[in-house]
């Protein structure tokens, strides 16, 4: 069997003879993919019954939560989307003991966390800034062997399971959206639209963007299919299949920014209950 031929190459990590600042792109990535994953885990570990917040003074204690995963104080309900759906293990009886101390951001985060990290645009990113698989087009890695995505890595053929789970969320959140304008105040009850709607609802467009741009989600809809046009049923599909594929043109923006949104909306929900910030959810219209 043909063992292949390789072309020419410098040894060693990073030697190359390319001029260009080939490694400003992996290193902005690992940092920005770093940074957001250090974050999220942060914000979850903080509302979980977890021992250091614990000593901190910030422990959530099992079903009570540290206060900061929605905005209350305004009489609507701006719930961050690292916590959606509200799932609190401590205070639903079919959680297994052992898992009551997580947040509820630990206990579903599964789902979006799976869908980015088999999602074949965030693959070539990480492989690249955290892997050195490769380290570069043309660049020299630091080691020479390369099994494809094998093993462990199989894994990664469950995107399309993670896509209808992620999907799920659209409407979730749509749905935390709604209720984000939604005040009541003993009897009284009004429509309004905070800053926190508006990032919500900002929110839920980049996540659709993402999930309906999916490789995955252009397959479902448009795969299998060569006939766009005999029956009203293929010709939605012709149509589904257009606005997905104008999606996916973009998926890599979609990707980074809807990851760059959920996380500030995050932080502001966090900002707005935390007094250490001193920041509020400024209503725009309505409410009460
Ligand atoms: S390929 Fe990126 S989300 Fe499916």
Redesign the pocket.
């Given at each position: 069997m043909s063992s292949g031929m390789k072309l020419p190459m410098k040894k060693g990590f990073g030697a190359t003879d390319r001029v260009d600042a080939w490694w400003k792109g992996p290193t902005a990535m690992a940092a920005y993919l770093g940074i957001m994953i250090a974050y999220s885990t942060w914000r979850g570990f903080m509302e979980a019954d977890f021992w250091i917040f614990s000593d901190f003074g910030l422990s959530a204690g099992v079903g009570h939560g540290n206060g900061t995963m929605a905005i209350e104080n305004n009489h609507s309900h701006v719930l961050s989307p690292l916590f959606s759906p509200l799932i609190i293990p401590g205070e639903n009886s079919w959680v297994p003991s052992q898992f009551q101390w997580m947040s509820p951001a630990m206990f579903i985060l599964i789902f979006p966390a799976g869908?980015r990290g088999t999602?074949?645009?965030?693959r070539k990113a990480y492989y690249r800034a955290f892997m050195q698989q490769p380290t570069g087009c043309a660049v020299s890695k630091p080691w020479d062997e390369y099994s494809g995505e094998t093993g462990l890595l199989l894994i990664q053929n469950l995107?399309r399971y993670f896509?209808y789970a992620a999907l799920a969320y659209l409407p979730i959140l749509s749905y935390d959206v709604w209720l984000s304008m939604n005040f009541h105040h003993g009897n009284a009850s009004a429509l309004g639209i905070s800053v926190g709607t508006l990032i919500l609802a900002l929110n839920v467009i980049l996540l659709g963007g993402?999930?309906l741009g999916?490789?995955?989600?252009r397959h479902l809809v448009g795969g299998a299919s060569n006939d766009w046009t005999s029956t009203p049923m293929n010709r939605f599909k012709y149509k589904l299949w257009k606005f997905s594929t104008i999606l996916n043109e973009h998926?890599k923006d979609w990707?980074l920014y809807s990851l760059f949104w959920v996380m500030f909306a995050d932080f502001y929900v966090y900002a707005c209950t935390d007094p250490m910030f001193g920041w509020s959810d400024v209503i725009l219209w309505g409410g009460l």
């Open positions: 869908f999602c074949y645009y965030y995107h896509m993402y999930a999916c490789h995955a989600f998926h990707a």
